[in-house]
T-cell receptor, first 113, second 111 residues
Framework: ETGVTQTPRHLVMGMTNKKSLKCEQH?????MYWYKQSAKKPLELMFV???????ENNSVPSRFSPECPNSSHLFLHLHTLQPEDSALYLC????????????FGPGTRLTVL | EDKVVQSPLSLVVHEGDTVTLNCSYE??????LLWYKQEKKAPTFLFML????IEKKSGRLSSILDKKELSSILNITATQTGDSAIYLC???????????FGTGTRLKVLA
């Protein structure tokens, strides 16, 4: 059982749909992250939020739009995705200091048809 | 470009065996190296190694950081079927919030 929850756990969507992924952390952390995990590829960092401000954006296509309304919640809004966007999307949180590990949520398995 | 490489990509052993997983890195301004275990979905934290803490041990698991060789190993002794998972290595660098992950080593322990 982790202190980071994600919904939905599975999502199937068409290329023209709009959907959102939700992440919530109950650990009192002040930084939150979105990662993409594709088969046989390393975890790719997508976005980092610190104290609700986006501090890193790793050249992610604009069809992915993050939102961090407060330090406990993080969203990833999806629109006009491509089949190659199918992957496991993991949310993580941590304290924002150089020597703190990240705690991960269970992920959302996304399939784009 | 910063990168982290793990080897082997996959490994099959029998219960009771000892395994050694490798992680090598090429990054600027190394800060820390982390090991995670990923069983079903969420990676769970195992160890963090830094310049001031190059060796960690917890039960049957231990890890060492070799800053000269730019690498780390994760040892698991007396393996059990519950050790079957993907083991991820991640490296953090100074001046950034991100960790660079390797592709992971998939370990399968047979009964």
């Amino acid at each position: 059982e982790t202190g980071v929850t994600q919904t939905p756990r599975h999502l199937v969507m068409g290329m023209t749909n709009k959907k959102s992924l939700k992440c919530e952390q109950h650990l009192g952390h002040n930084a939150m992250y979105w990662y993409k995990q594709s088969a046989k590829k390393p975890l790719e960092l997508m976005f980092v939020y610190s104290l609700e401000e986006r501090v890193e954006n790793n050249s992610v296509p604009s069809r992915f739009s993050p939102e961090c309304p407060n330090s406990s919640h993080l969203f990833l809004h999806l629109h006009t995705l491509q089949p190659e966007d199918s992957a496991l999307y993991l949310c993580a949180s941590s304290y924002l200091s150089p020597y703190n590990e990240q705690f991960f949520g269970p992920g959302t398995r996304l399939t784009v048809l | 470009e910063d990168k982290v490489v793990q080897s082997p990509l996959s490994l099959v052993v029998h219960e009771g065996d000892t395994v050694t997983l490798n992680c090598s890195y090429e990054v600027t301004n190394f800060r820390s190296l982390l090991w995670y275990k990923q069983e079903k979905k969420a990676p769970t934290f195992l160890f963090m190694l830094t310049s001031s803490g190059i060796e960690k041990k917890s039960g049957r698991l231990s890890s060492i950081l070799d800053k000269k060789e730019l690498s780390s190993i994760l040892n698991i002794t007396a393996t059990q079927t519950g050790d079957s998972a993907i083991y991820l290595c991640a490296v953090g660098t100074s001046g950034t919030y991100k960790y660079i992950f390797g592709t992971g080593t998939r370990l399968k322990v047979l009964a």
